[in-house]
């Protein structure tokens, strides 16, 4: 049976962990506010799209140092912020033929797990879904839900085939790509603006915030798109257009960063705008409007700070 190692059993580990379990893999979880709860009574899972289910993790764990047993997958699904080793955290479970899955937002954050576990396959995955947690334990699957899933730094390999199919059979799309990493900027294209803008106008859902500053919106796409072709990712030419498209056709909808920002938790800007603008001024883009919105949300982390 294949063994999966969940670290970050939030919304988005515990929705995917508990398809893997579904399609017929041991799934473990590591989960630190929820602990008691799911320990007690499982994860429930209610999804507008795939009905609602109990998930019973095979070992509930506080520290990832606790697994029993070696997994064939890590998958890592925490916040990539500044205060969180990534490398430290998964560590004590990685063994040798563990396959590391990160499925987590931002771009230029794959660099620290090569160096760190050059033996290791490392896979990369980005989530296009909306999903929260709803309370301790209970997580509300929204909408969407599709993975994609690409080896670093590029190509396929016989376990990612693997896992795609086991994600495949729980009734979720997933699909093997050959240059993840171009995927990372193109999901970018739509995190850089709607992410903090949700959070600088005072918690706008996204299609206020579209309707109201579409030009806005679009000239911190074109950046994006921008930054990407400079680093040798070039992006679909109609990429801005399709985004924009899909954003007004999608539910008027809370982004993380500002489910984040509510809560009091660590928000992902540094993931999501820093890494970007790092790599526009390592390549001599010019990135005004992403500029603007990094500064305001750096200002708008330091108010959270003092209070």
């Given amino acids: 049976m294949i ?23 041991e799934v473990s979880v590591v989960c630190r506010s929820d602990y008691d709860q799911v320990k007690q009574h499982d994860f429930i899972i209610n ?34 912020i500044p205060t969180l080793d990534r490398v430290a ?7 040798r033929n563990t396959a590391i899955v990160f499925i987590q937002n931002g771009v230029e954050i794959e660099q ?3 160096n760190a576990f050059p033996h290791n396959e490392l896979i990369s995955g980005l ?18 839900g599709r993975l994609a ?17 086991l994600f495949n059979q729980s009734g979720i799309d997933c699909g093997a790509v050959d240059n993840i990493v171009t995927g990372r900027w ?9 992410n903090p803008l949700s959070v600088l106008s005072g918690g706008l859902l996204t299609l206020d915030i579209l309707q109201t500053q579409e030009f806005f919106v679009r000239s911190i796409m074109q ?29 008027p909808y809370k982004t993380s960063m500002l489910l984040d920002y509510e809560s009091g938790q660590p928000m992902e800007t540094e993931a999501i705008l820093g890494n970007a603008l790092r790599a526009a001024q390592r390549l001599g883009v010019a990135a005004p409007h992403l500029e603007s919105v990094y500064a305001l949300m750096k200002l708008r982390e330091l108010k959270l700070v003092q209070h």
């Avoid at 999901?187 to 603006?193: E, H, S």
């Avoid at 950046?223 to 999608?250: F, K, Q, R, W």
Wanted: aromatic share 8%; proline share 6%.
């Fill in 223 to 251: 950046e994006i798109c921008d930054i990407a072709a400079a680093s040798g990712h070039p992006l679909p030419d109609d990429i801005v257009n399709i985004n924009i498209e899909n954003t007004y056709a999608m539910p």
């Fill in 89 to 95: 955290l998964i560590r004590p479970a990685v063994g």
């Fill in 47 to 80: 999804s507008q799209a795939l009905g609602r289910w109990n998930f019973t993790p095979a070992q509930v764990l506080k520290n990832v140092a606790d697994f029993k047993g070696t997994p064939d997958y890590i998958l890592l699904c925490t916040k990539v």
């Fill in 112 to 114: 620290e797990m090569l």
């Fill in 149 to 165: 899933l690409g080896n670093l730094p590029n190509g396929i390999s016989r376990k990612t085939v693997q896992l795609c199919e």
């Fill in 3 to 25: 063994k999966v190692l969940v670290i970050g059993a939030g919304a988005v580990g515990a929705f995917y962990g508990s398809l893997l379990a579904q399609a017929g893999a």
């Fill in 186 to 194: 193109q999901k970018c294209v739509w995190n850089a603006p709607f």
């Fill in 127 to 144: 989530a296009f879904i909306c999903c929260n947690r709803t309370g301790p334990g209970e997580i509300l699957h929204l909408a969407y």
